[in-house]
């Protein structure tokens, strides 16, 4: 008898939790648009690293060092501020 109402009672799953404002994985962070100066010191920094190479470094290393390792989608991504 016991069993038969905890089976009655609604559980409710994390995917019902989610609002429409999320995204697929339901980690938005909606960023503003008036930004702190640390966090725009941030991003700018984020920037100017996700770039390749360049062209001398693969000279200089014997083409040993091909690609930026750290490159980052803005959309698969994200900086973690």
Do not use: C
Not at 56 to 65: A, F, K, Q, V
């Amino acid at each position: 008898l016991a069993r038969n109402s905890s089976l009655s009672t609604k559980t409710t799953l994390p995917s019902e939790d989610i609002t429409p404002s999320d995204n697929r994985r339901g980690n938005t962070v909606n960023m503003p648009s008036h930004k702190t100066f640390r966090t725009k010191q941030k991003l700018a920094k984020a920037q100017k690293q996700n770039r390749p190479i360049p062209q001398w470094i693969r000279l200089r290393t014997g083409n040993t060092i091909r690609y930026n390792a750290k490159r980052r989608h803005w959309r698969k991504t994200r900086i973690g501020i």
